[in-house]
């Protein structure tokens, strides 16, 4: 059973850079997509973009592309999302998941990012 | 991009009641290519429904797919009061994008 686990809750300053992390328990993570999904709060979900950890070809949401920076480190079977500038509006929790074909089979539990002065 | 809108917006209904949830496509979406899923009030979403009518593993039957080319539905017969959630589409082509979600409320 595939199970990610992403990184604890972010209180950030505008400006400050940011990298959260997702790591996959299982052992399949080179063979399937990774992807990161965006939830402001009280709104829906936004499909930020994916990566693949086997040769880390990324794609990105025209909405986010130059925004964040999506990588992976195949050793420790871990994906991330980083900022290098962070702003209010970057105030989400973000998700990682599992791409499988074309949906999200299994998801991580959410990435609570708080940007404030 | 594929633009996905969902309605109604928001829906209210009893137990034991027959949901139907829309999600519309900008453009034609290959039906393997269209899934839904449920979140619930501070959880991650759940996938239910893929390739537009195939259920997700420990999914209840009560939850089916439909539709093709533009125009999706989401079925739920007999609510259970666990069903009262938000639910949205999402699809994946050459890019992919959520629906602005329909929420599920007790009436």
């Known amino acids: 059973e595939v199970q990610l686990v992403q990184s604890g809750a972010e209180v950030k300053k505008p400006g400050e850079s940011l990298k959260i992390s997702c790591k996959d328990s299982g052992h399949s993570f080179t063979f399937y997509w990774i992807g990161w999904v965006r939830q402001m709060p009280g709104k829906g979900l936004e499909w930020m973009g994916i990566?693949?950890?086997?040769?880390?070809?990324?794609r990105y949401s025209p909405s986010f592309q130059g925004q964040v920076t999506m990588s992976v480190d195949k050793s420790i079977n871990t994906a991330y999302l980083q900022w290098s500038s962070l702003r209010a509006s970057d105030t989400a929790m973000y998700y990682c998941?599992?791409?499988?074909?074309?949906?999200?089979?299994?998801w991580g539990q959410g990435t609570l990012v708080t940007v404030s002065s | 991009e594929i633009v996905l809108t969902q309605s109604p917006g928001s829906l209210s209904l009893s137990p034991g009641e027959r949901a139907t949830l829309s999600c519309r496509a900008s453009q034609s979406v290959t039906s393997s290519y269209l899934a839904w899923y449920q979140q619930k009030p501070g959880q991650a979403p759940r996938l239910l429904i893929y390739?537009?009518?195939s259920r997700a593993t420990g999914i209840p039957d009560r939850f089916s797919g439909s539709g093709s080319g533009t125009d999706f539905t989401l079925t739920i017969t007999g609510l259970e009061p666990e069903d009262f959630a938000v639910y949205y589409c999402?699809?994946?082509?050459?890019?992919?994008?959520f629906g602005q979600g329909t929420r599920l409320e007790i009436k």
């Open positions: 998941a599992r791409l499988t074909n074309h949906y999200f089979d299994d």
């Open positions: 999402q699809q994946f082509g050459t890019s992919g994008t």
């Open positions: 990566i693949y950890p086997g040769d880390s070809d990324t």
């Open positions: 390739s537009a009518s």
